[in-house]
């Protein structure tokens, strides 16, 4: 509980670990319209159709129905952040694991929920996986709307708030799958590349949701197929919107599956990547955040088989074809000694996608920028006091215009907090509600 008693017990101090532009104390209460940039509540083209059906039926998007955080320490986004990852405890899940191979040689793990129990469990437990051909799932024709999750950096289908919205999910009709990036959920990686905010993991994304369409057993028949990420997935999940609206258009091969999503909700996503690396500099944030994620995308690459993959791709001189193509040389062992996820996106994120710097990856990475490409209905979920993914860096003006995308902005939450008000160490209710609403709304007939 030191975690608690640092930052509650110094809670006057906050404001100076809080993100910029967000010292001014509490933030207001979700105030009646016109909202201003970084005030709680819905931003979106309130004309849009989309925006009227989904905030005449999703209640939790009201000013009355909207997010509150517990009483105390719920408006401090660091407690947040750090309770509910270290305390939050969420339903056992059964998963069946689906081995899709890529183009260049890797491996994705796509996990199907197949059984929810009872039992609580922390991060990281919870969760059993077995090889889908020990399981019946590939002899069920499936005919439910399917939802397909990915989760924050480095994280996958074992991680605490991904089994919680797949459990809900699935009592509200959903029939969920989860997508683990290259190296996570304990899936090995078989090709020297690992996953970015965008190249690479776009294509990964559309290729498992091909999968899906072209497979009874996972989507073949479903009415739709959407999707749910956290935190860099998604950035990753915003991005495959804007790229199927331009780049990769989703059109239907011989068999009539395509890689399309019809909807999509993404949470805590760093839409703006430049501002969130400077953000982690700060030295409380670089000190807490920085370190613990960059020890476990380290602790991934080593445990994935990736280390050894690229050892082997580069011995004798030998090099690793980029995503563009060129070639280039990982320095393992300097990767395996980093601390920060910019040092880690220095030495391979960026080079294993074709960057000159890892400057120009962020850049081109960044979500915001193309969120008025969207073509399907998009809920954008964050929260003002997130010290991953600062309030002050999100794209209200932006969201305004674009008929698609809707942003809903709490005041509190933290980075994948959003602690229940009445069981702030149990399942985050109040997201899983209006992520489910919102799918539901957006997907159904007009």
Not at 314 to 337: F, H, P, S, Y
Not at 373 to 394: H, I, K, T
Not at 409 to 428: I, N, Q, S, Y
């Amino acid at each position: 509980m030191r975690w608690f008693v640092l930052l509650y017990g110094l809670r006057p101090l906050r404001e100076l670990f809080a993100p910029a532009g967000a010292r001014d104390g509490k933030r207001a209460p979700y105030a009646a319209l016109p909202l201003a940039d970084g005030a709680p509540g819905v931003y979106c083209d309130r004309s849009a159709p989309l925006a009227r059906r989904v905030l005449a039926g999703c209640p939790t998007l009201s000013p009355e129905g909207f997010y509150r955080p517990p009483a105390l320490w719920g408006s401090n986004g660091h407690a947040q952040t750090i309770l509910a990852s270290l305390f939050r405890r969420t339903r056992c899940v059964e998963y069946a694991r689906e081995l899709l191979p890529t183009p260049d040689g890797g491996t994705l793990a796509l996990d199907v929920l197949m059984a929810v129990r009872d039992e609580r469990s922390a991060k990281g437990t919870g969760s059993t996986v077995t090889p889908i051909g020990e399981t019946m799932a590939a002899s069920v024709r499936n005919t439910k709307p399917v939802l397909l999750l990915t989760s924050g950096l480095g994280g996958g289908s074992q991680d605490a708030y991904v089994r919680s919205m797949a459990a809900h999910a699935s009592e509200c009709g959903w029939h969920v799958l989860v997508l683990n990036m290259r190296g996570c959920g304990g899936s090995a990686v078989t090709s020297p590349r690992f996953f970015s905010a965008r190249h690479g993991s776009t294509d990964d994304v559309r290729l498992a949701v091909r999968h899906i369409r072209a497979s009874d057993h996972l989507g073949r028949v479903a009415p739709c197929v959407a999707a749910v990420a956290w935190s860099n997935g998604a950035t990753i999940v915003n991005n495959v919107l804007a790229e199927q609206a331009t780049s990769h258009p989703p059109n239907a091969d011989a068999d009539g599956a395509h890689h399309g999503l019809d909807a999509a909700a993404t949470l805590a996503s760093p839409l703006n990547m430049p501002a969130a690396d400077a953000n982690l500099a700060r030295p409380f944030h670089r000190h807490v955040y920085d370190r613990s994620i960059a020890r476990g995308l380290v602790a991934n690459f080593q445990t994935s088989g990736a280390a050894l993959v690229f050892n082997a791709a580069q011995d004798n001189g030998g090099c690793v074809r980029a995503w563009t193509g060129t070639k280039m040389r990982v320095d393992i062992a300097e990767l395996l000694a980093s601390t920060t996820i910019r040092r880690i996106d220095e030495l391979l994120t960026s080079r294993c996608f074709g960057f000159n710097s890892v400057d120009e990856y962020y850049a081109d990475a960044s979500s915001d920028q193309r969120l008025a490409d969207v073509r399907v209905p998009l809920l954008v979920m964050n929260a003002f006091d997130d010290p991953l993914a600062p309030g002050n860096s999100l794209p209200y003006e932006r969201v305004r215009r674009c008929e698609h995308v809707m942003l809903a902005l709490t005041a509190h939450g933290g980075h994948l907090g959003w602690c229940d008000e009445g069981a702030p160490f149990g399942a985050p209710r109040w997201v899983e509600q209006t992520v489910c609403d919102f799918l539901r709304v957006a997907t159904s007939p007009a």
